[in-house]
């Protein structure tokens, strides 16, 4: 802890009780300067009620038993440096009752106003602080409140603009067995884009020793048509998924995506292809929907394999007979 760190401590331990000392010390200082000026220093004992009943009062009331008792010492010892000089010809316990009852009542309401003061301050502290946490927890209330009816308002409007409906996935599935290869691809782009929940992706396919893009998402564009061979050594050795959360892939995705996923043969293991996400929350990229993603290749690697040998087969001529 610094001296700068300590210093509002000192003050704010040390404020209250030199504030009361100085309210004190400035309240009889008046009231010694008021008896000089109209009683001549007689301690107001002429005086009733004796006005240094008001300091006891306002230290009382304003800060409890411990400033009341103080005041009520201070004024007490006033009252008893002043009174002796009136004895007359009073009985000594009558002298001694009238020298004591106003310190005694002094004292007594000092204690009784203090104990009361001591008493509404701490219900008042306690309701304060209450109030602060009942202050808090609308607010939090009120943000969570308003969260949902945010999440509320994009699922609603998600559910009415939604387009990939089950039936839609159906139908898709239901193009991949078709005869025109333009339809074929266009089903299996739309099938990546709801599996993986982007449509600015780009599925490259090996030709030769090069990763050429095949299929791009229908948002994707301006996108390199070839991969970095780095990368694709770096998707043969791991046989998984490189993406941005982790800081080691970073390097090799920079200007490329936010996650690639490899597509390995399944019998043989070769890499046949690869798939780029260029756009994707990073808070998504955690352990479930990574695993999510990474699924895709059990499913899109065969279509590749499938589309490519379908690209390969030879057309028979027209009119032969086997």
Not at 220 to 235: F, Q
Request: hydrophobic letters at 50%; charged letters at 20%.
């Amino acid at each position: 802890m610094t001296h700068d760190d300590a210093a509002p401590k000192w003050h704010a331990r040390w404020r209250r009780p030199l504030r009361i000392a100085l309210e004190i010390a400035l309240t009889f200082a008046a009231l010694a300067a008021l008896d000089w000026w109209l009683t001549g220093e007689t301690g107001f004992t002429r005086v009733q009620p004796n006005p240094y009943w008001l300091p006891v009062l306002v230290m009382a009331l304003a800060y409890g038993t411990g400033p009341g008792v103080v005041a009520a010492a201070i004024a007490s010892r006033v009252w008893l440096a002043h009174v002796h000089d009136d004895t007359g010809a009073r009985d000594y316990l009558d002298h001694l009752f009238h020298l004591s009852l106003q310190p005694l009542m002094w004292f007594v309401a000092a204690g009784v106003i203090g104990e009361v003061t001591i008493m509404r301050t701490a219900r008042h502290d306690r309701l304060e602080k209450r109030g602060g946490v009942a202050t808090r927890n609308l607010a939090r209330l009120t943000d969570a409140f308003a969260a949902l009816s945010r999440t509320n308002r994009l699922l609603q409007v998600q559910i009415a603009t939604e387009a990939h409906t089950v039936g839609h996935a159906i139908e898709t599935a239901a193009r991949l067995c078709s005869q025109d290869l333009a339809e074929r691809r266009g089903a299996i782009g739309e099938l990546i884009a709801l599996a993986a929940r982007t449509p600015d992706f780009t599925c490259y396919r090996m030709t030769g020793e090069e990763a050429r893009a095949w299929i791009r998402g229908p948002v994707t564009a301006g996108r390199r048509d070839t991969l970095p061979a780095t990368l694709m050594e770096r998707m043969a050795r791991s046989q998984g998924m490189l993406h941005v959360a982790r800081r080691s892939d970073r390097t090799m995705l920079d200007g490329v995506g936010v996650a690639a996923i490899a597509l390995p043969d399944p019998k043989t293991g070769e890499l046949v292809g690869c798939l780029i996400l260029h756009a994707l929350p990073f808070e998504t990229l955690n352990a479930s929907r990574t695993a999510e993603l990474t699924e895709i290749a059990a499913w899109l690697t065969p279509l590749l394999a499938d589309t490519l040998h379908a690209t390969q087969r030879p057309v028979r001529a027209a009119g032969l007979v086997a």
